[in-house]
């Protein structure tokens, strides 16, 4: 790839507070690039890129982008955004214009030791065990994250060393813009079909990705869309399995609940006993997790002292089964899950725990996925004891699937939509009793919905 970068002073991000860029920014920051950025809402992301000493113009206009040589968008700034107008315009004075995938890219090619995290499910969490396991070897890693850490204060770190560890989005192919030195793939599910049509170019899209790979893969031995993607790729490097059982490279053993929210298991390579490794995150898929981190940390050469510190010191990224409060005995969690798969493992997890009842308020995203998947939706939010939707949230789509929240209530026994997160928030609080568990589930702003009920519960 060319290196896009060389000679350029200034680089330009519109939307610098989204989890995507502000990694990105603290990476080149550090490597003594000016940067300036905007953004439309004040957060905490936005005052730590503040911090650094990056200007930050709150709203899009045309002069925004100044005289930058370099400008970066992310695939949510619409093509309107007056910035990018004005960007599109200076790209035919040789100004470069580049999308976050391009950028990340370029990023990843800078290390020799580089960890992408690919899969349907599971990234974030994966990702993120990774990072915790390289700083207790303490390498000085980089880090771009699709969630928050709370170790390294958000979603990216700017480290010194050979090493970065990179979430891997399949999302309109934008993870083949990488360099891979280890893959780890989780497992291949069906989403994002608006964008892949197919489960078949869906595999063919990860199995490209394996083949931008150059020393090894970690992938889950007993998905078998993901054997099959692997089978299909044109590639020499050594492949890594992880599982469940010792039919794969890496596995765990005598797996012990210790409480709703830690596990213990033994990490087995190829019929060895590693070490004894406890998790503090809930819910057994999280025990898979902690293996293929440890994999492909173990088969990078990391310690396993470091592999037992970090996983141990690991208590979960932002938005994945995040304890938020207990109010007047009610717990809130909020995670992150939108896909049925997804929200199963985390209603699952929720259902073998000591509370009475669980709820779950989803907020589904996007209406091709809610069409698409409506039937799985609907089972997997039906092992919650209550379930309450709010709207649909469009994000980057238009209603052309004529598909809404009320069509997946009625496939749910019992279940009940509202049309505002107010009146989401006043039902479940004026519904629930103590000792009850309630989930918010979903990839856009139901988190909002969260803040809403602890408010309204400590007022009552």
């Known amino acids: 790839m060319e290196n896009f970068l060389t000679g350029k002073k200034h680089i330009h991000f519109i939307g ?23 953004d439309n809402n004040e957060t905490s992301t936005l005052k730590a890129v503040r911090d650094m000493g990056i200007p930050v113009y709150m709203g899009q206009a045309a002069e925004n982008i100044g005289d930058a040589d370099c400008i970066v968008y992310s695939a949510a700034i619409m093509d ?29 090619a800078q290390f020799d030791k580089t960890f992408c995290v690919a899969g349907t499910h ?8 990774l990072m915790m396991i390289l700083l207790a070897e303490k390498v000085d890693p980089s880090a771009v994250i699709g969630g928050k850490l709370r170790a390294i204060g958000g979603s990216g770190r700017a480290g010194n060393s050979e090493y970065m560890v990179c979430e891997a989005c399949e999302f309109k192919d934008t993870f083949l813009h990488l360099f891979p030195n280890i893959s780890v793939i989780l497992n291949i599910d069906r989403d994002h079909l608006d964008y892949f049509k197919t489960m078949d170019n869906l595999k063919n899209s990860f199995s490209k990705f394996c083949e931008l790979t150059t020393d ?58 590693l070490c004894r490794i406890v998790i503090n995150v809930p819910g057994e898929h999280n025990i898979y997790n902690a293996v293929a981190a440890a994999a ?36 809130f969690v909020d995670d992150y899950g939108h896909h049925p798969a997804e929200i199963a493992a985390t209603l699952k997890t929720a259902k073998s725990m000591s509370f009475p009842r669980v709820w ?26 209550r379930v309450v939707l709010t709207e649909i949230m469009g ?16 496939k749910i026994d019992g279940c009940v939509w509202f049309p505002t997160f107010e009146e989401v928030a006043k039902y479940v609080t004026d519904n629930v009793e103590y000792g009850d568990l309630v989930i ?21």
């Open 122 to 129: 599971g990234k974030t969490t994966v990702t993120s065990m």
């Open 216 to 273: 090894f893969i970690v992938a889950n031995g007993e998905d078998e869309n993901t054997i099959e993607a692997i089978k299909h790729a044109n590639t020499k490097v050594k492949i890594i399995t992880f599982g469940k059982t010792s039919a794969c490279n890496f596995y765990p053993s005598h797996i012990r609940q210790i409480s709703d929210f830690s596990w213990e298991f033994t990490l087995m390579s190829r019929q060895e006993e």
């Open 395 to 410: 994000s980057r789509e238009k209603n052309t699937y004529n598909i809404y929240a009320k069509d997946l209530a009625e």
């Open 16 to 38: 610098i507070g989204g989890s995507g860029m502000y990694p990105l920014a603290q990476i080149l920051h550090s490597k003594g690039y000016y940067l300036t950025g905007s």
């Open 360 to 385: 779950v308020v989803h907020q589904p995203f996007t209406y091709s996925r809610t069409a698409m998947l409506l039937d799985e939706f609907a089972d997997a939010l039906s092992i919650a004891d």
């Open 296 to 331: 492909a940390a173990f088969t990078a050469g990391i310690s396993i002292p470091a592999i037992k510190q970090g996983l141990a010191e690991f208590s979960g990224a932002q938005r994945r089964f995040e304890k938020l409060a207990e109010v007047k005995g009610v717990t």
């Open 80 to 108: 309107d955004n007056p910035e990018l107008i004005a960007a599109r315009e200076a790209q035919k004075r040789g100004v470069k214009l580049a999308e976050r995938s391009e950028l990340l890219g370029l990023v990843t």
């Open 440 to 460: 918010t589930t979903g990839c856009g702003d139901v988190n909002k919905v969260a803040d809403m009920m602890i408010e309204m519960m400590k007022k009552k």
